[in-house]
Each structure stands twice: as structure tokens, then as C-alpha cells.
């Protein structure tokens, strides 16, 4: 069933239906919450091990393996920070980003209903990963990019996998506002994260967090916010798998946004559950570079329900803490994705986050995603001759 999370009401599960036609608020999958955690025991690593809890037909699955992403404990920063530190990698997905998850999803519920055009609107990931998904399954992709607004490798995906890619001269916003449209009067199956399906794969990053920790919730989980789809996904499957009792505690859901592009933190600071858009959203970090966030209620929801938080952090903080994690642990990440980082290491030092917490980072997209950025942030290689000796000296006063 299909359920506004506004108003309430309900919608069946085969009809096309993007926003509620009664308040015109975003949408909900309700799921039967009734399955033993066995289950998924003895299962492939892979998000449909859960697929019991997601609701499409599991013979019309489009797939390339995502989900069982690799949680990293990491020491080394954690005990800088005096807590205990764990990161999500989302960048080993298949196309480098958690958006295969909900891709995986959506694009099975697109050949259950049977058509045959799909469409987003990106700041880059979405459409690298629906344009992977629709070449699976051999369907017809279409993709609205603000121009001159998204990183190469990004835009690089979604050409190569075969989407029909047009450039719009405006913002992400508009985008997808042109896109909705187009969806409404049938012309394609919109996939993104307003479907409420694109979610349902989401959300078991939060699966996957609770049984990584061996069935049990972490203090708190940060993670970056662009149009507010991720944070709410992760917090149905905390949840989902608290109602079925497979663990007595939920995490406080953190949100971290770039000061350029922040109206979901600006409505927590208020206490508000509206926001109010930015018109020229601006940051280094693309993935989040959004000013009217279609998922906001559902993000401020989580946030409100879990006793969580949310706050901003600059560009320079966002370039500091990609080096910092590439650095000190090994694991690189666009700058969208370091904002979970920058996010930590500054409430960590306002006492919002405790000496102590167990604190998972969702870092959402590989460091190839944008290259460019990353190259920008490195010195130039020290060019020397191959001889021996200068080679040597260059090792000793290192």
C-alpha cells in the first residue's frame, strides 16, 4: 500500500502516482512488518536479501549487485574524535553511489507496470545510476541536467550507459520541476526519489547498518542532505527493523547540509516543518547542490522523530575532511559525501555529538565521481630523473 505520510491517504500499490492527490504531499510504501530476522541469514551480500520487506515482484528484478557495502571502523579518526566511528561506503555500489539502491527498486517496479521510457532529473548520480539500470533493463532513459552544474565522471556515466542527456539552462530545482511534468502527462516512469520506491531500496542501508553492528542500532547516524531523500530512507529501515523487535534502540538521525545549499537545516534551527527554498543554491559539493528538496517533510521527520539533528558546513570544511578521510583511513569520497565527516568533526567539537557515541558516516559517492575536485585539492608531483641517488635524498629529507 501506498500512503501519504501527510494527510494519510492511501493508494494501491499498481498505480503511478508521484505526489498525494488529496494534499498533494510525498508518499510512503507500507510494508508487512511481520518477518522473522532468519530470513536474511545464509543470503548473497546484496540489498535482496532483504526482499521481503521490499515491496515489487521479485521476477521482474533489474540488478547488478548493490548493497552489501563495506562498513569501516574507523580508529584512527574515531580516536582522535573520542568516539567510536564506523563509515558506510555507499561508493562501492555499482555505478559509485547509494543511488543504485533505489534505483535497483524503482527500476523493477518500471518493468512491472510495463513501460517504457524512464527519466530523472540529476546533480549527477541519479542519472549515472538510471542510466546503468535502464541499459540493464532495456528500457529507454532520459536525463535533465542543469547545465554546467555536474561533475564530469558523473555526467561521463550517464552518456556512456546510452542516456539521452539534455543540458537545461537553469538549476537542479527546475530540472526537475520540467521533469515532473513530463511525468504527469505519461511521457516517461519519473525515478527520482519522489517515487516512493526509489526509497524502499534505500532505506536497507539501515538494514544493513543494524546487522552489520550485530543486530543493534548505533548512538547516531550523519549523513549528507540534498534533496532529503536518504535520510528518511535510512530511517524507515531503522524503524522498520525496530518494530519487528530485532533490536531495542534507534539512532538519532543527523543530517548535514552545505551552507550554500541549506534550507532543511535552517527549518530544524526554527523547529519548522516548512522550508524555505534557496534560489541559487551554490557549494563544491553537486550532489547536494539543491534548493528546494522534494523530500523535506520526510527528512524533518526523521530528524524531529529520532531525537536527532542537523547543521551546516562550508566548502573548505567539506574540502578539509574528503583529504582528512582519504588520508588518514583510506577511504576517498566526493565532496558531497565528506560532508558526513566535516558534519561529525564540527558537532563533535559544539558537544552536540558525545565523547563515547557510536557514530555511523554514510559516505554516499566514490572520489572518481568527481575527479576534477579531488586533482584541484593535490599538489604537483615532485618530478625528479630515475637516478638512484637524487632518488634516495629525496626519500631521506621526506
Known sequence: MIRCVSCGEKYNNDEIIYTCGNCGSVLELVNDLNIPKETFENRKDTLWKYKELIPVREDKIVTIGEGGTPFCKCDKLGDE???DLYVKVEGSNPTGSFKDRGMTVGMTKAMEL??????CASTGNTSASLAAYAARAGLRCVVFLPSGKVA??????AMFHGAEVISINGNFDEALEAMTSLALEKYLYLLNSINPYRLEGQKTIGYEIVQDLGWSSPDRIILPVGNAGNISAIWKGISEFYEMGYMDSKAMMTGIQ??????ITKAFRKKAMDIVPFENPETVATAIRIGSPVSYTKALN???DSNGYSETVSDDEILAAQKLLAQKEGIGVEPASAASIAGLMKLREEGIVDKGEQVVCVVTGHVLKDPNTAIEACTEPVEVDANIKKLKELLLNK
Open 81 to 83: 574524535l573520542d568516539i
Open 114 to 119: 510495463g513501460v517504457d521510457t524512464v527519466g
Open 258 to 263: 552545505a551552507e550554500g545549499a541549506c534550507p
Open 302 to 304: 526523521a530528524i524531529y
Open 152 to 157: 564530469l565522471g558523473k555526467l561521463a556515466q
